[in-house]
Structures are given as structure tokens and as C-alpha cells.
């Protein structure tokens, strides 16, 4: 089976950074989509960010532009995100995701922004950020 598995999340200052890992195994990702997702306590889950399978395009939430950096390395089937003047209202925890279908699609935002197109979750790492 397909395992996406996130690190690096943890406990971090206000204006702080952190840098999250994801790795894939069990198969190749280098031909799909991957990405980011959210959940804070009581709000719903919220995109964070996605990369193309070559690294070319990424989107990011609106909440995270100009803060955070996604990336990816194929030949480790592993995508990142740097995470730089950390807000508390960034506390959440991060998902991993993957997907061929918003690869092949077209990479258009609407698909890659929305939860149910994204077929590959990681378990999720806590991310939390004092105040």
C-alpha cells in the first residue's frame, strides 16, 4: 500500500520557522500532484499548498502566501514545506497528500484547493506555534 509519512512538525515561537518533510513509499510518486492540507481546532480543514509533478507550478492558500515554500524532490519521492513567520493562527495539524488525477487533469486550482481530490493522505503532523 501507498504510505505518505510527515515529520518535522513540533513547537515553535511566533515568527519562528519550521520545515516540514513528507516521504512517500511503496510506489513512485514522480508523475503526481502533491500538496499540503490543515486542520486547526475547531475550523475546518484548509489547503495549504500544492506542487506539479516536476515542481513547476504551486499554488498557495491565501492564508500562507509569502510565508510558506513548497517543494519537492523526485528521486527521494518527497515533498517539503518551509514554513517561515509562523503565526499561532498556524497551529494545526499537517497532511501530507498525492495524486495522479490532479496531475493529469491539468493542475488547475480549483481541483488541487479542494479535499476530496486528493486520493493519498499522510497521518498528519502536529504543528503548534506560541503565542
Known amino acids: 500500500q501507498v504510505q505518505l509519512v510527515e515529520s518535522g512538525g513540533g513547537l515553535v515561537q511566533a515568527g519562528g520557522s519550521l520545515r516540514l518533510s513528507c516521504v512517500a513509499s511503496g510506489r513512485t510518486f514522480s508523475s503526481y500532484a502533491m500538496g499540503w492540507f490543515r486542520q486547526a481546532p475547531g475550523k475546518e480543514r484548509e489547503f495549504v499548498a500544492a506542487i506539479s509533478w516536476n515542481g513547476g507550478r504551486t499554488y498557495y492558500g491565501d492564508s500562507v502566501k509569502g510565508r510558506f515554500t513548497i517543494s519537492r524532490d523526485n528521486a527521494k519521492n518527497s515533498v517539503d514545506l518551509q514554513m517561515n513567520s509562523l503565526k499561532s493562527e498556524d497551529t494545526a495539524v499537517y497532511y501530507c497528500?498525492?495524486?495522479?488525477?490532479?496531475?493529469?487533469?491539468?493542475?488547475?486550482?480549483?481541483?488541487?484547493?479542494?479535499?476530496?481530490?486528493?486520493?493519498?493522505w499522510g497521518q498528519g503532523t502536529q504543528v503548534t506555534v506560541s503565542s
Open positions: 497528500v498525492a495524486d495522479a488525477g490532479v496531475q493529469y487533469s491539468g493542475f488547475l486550482l480549483q481541483v488541487a484547493t479542494t479535499t476530496s481530490s486528493w486520493d493519498h
